[in-house]
């Protein structure tokens, strides 16, 4: 993925007037050993809260690398490691945070993702065009419109869902491009959709299939994370893109999701 470089730290914008103990972000996407100060002790994975006063390092003499992270305001923070004189020094997290620009109900769920497991992600692309997204997939009557999660693909494709709980996979079912796709028998919940084409291995993604009467907040509150993705272009690495889409499905998924 195209990506610019620095050669001067990033500071992580955290809000300098929270408690040292807030969080301010989490942890996207991580290649190397980044480690959180004062000892280095911990290691950083994706996941992880970052708090206003952490201050994090990379242990490994390896280039390239980089850490991703995504502030509770939806910016994105991101340091870049090309060449044995960047990121030799520990990089500090205070400074002031612009104001929250994201939903309420997408806070919420952001707020909520280091309380909970990492999510299942699947998909660990260099791009999204040609390959299915994550997506909300509406559930009426048993059956689930696949056409969300397929509309960057060209071709037409074979496709099955596996349940993430309890449950038997779904039969397959051919797709073309920009065409209504509906599978039926299925229950609500997340499962990974498996796209299959002739010339190439199979693709998988996180989805939510959400009954009726939730698929509306559902399908809002997933597209004010979609445009936060989308707002980080090129900036963000594709499996922090796919990281946080997946842990808002997730998030969505538990009762403890509902947002406001």
Known sequence: MRRPSSLLPVLLLCAAS??????????????????????????LKPGMELHTGDKVKLMTAARPAHINAGLLNGALWKQECSTEAECRDPLALPGAAPAASLPERLRTLIASFGSHPAPVVFTLSRGGEDEPAEAVL???????????????????????????????????IACAPSAPCQLAALAPGLYRLEARTADREPQSVLVLLAPEAGYARCRDTFADALRVADAWGNAAHADARHYFLSATLEALSRPAGKTR
Do not use: N
């Open 18 to 43: 929270a408690p040292a103990a807030e969080v301010c972000g989490y942890v996207y996407s991580v290649r190397g050993d980044w480690r959180l100060a004062p000892q280095f002790a911990v290691s």
């Open 138 to 172: 509406r559930l009426r009557a048993g059956q689930a419109d696949l056409a969300p999660a397929l509309r960057s693909l060209a071709a037409r494709v074979t496709v099955r869902l596996f349940p993430l709980a309890e449950g038997a996979p779904s039969a397959e």
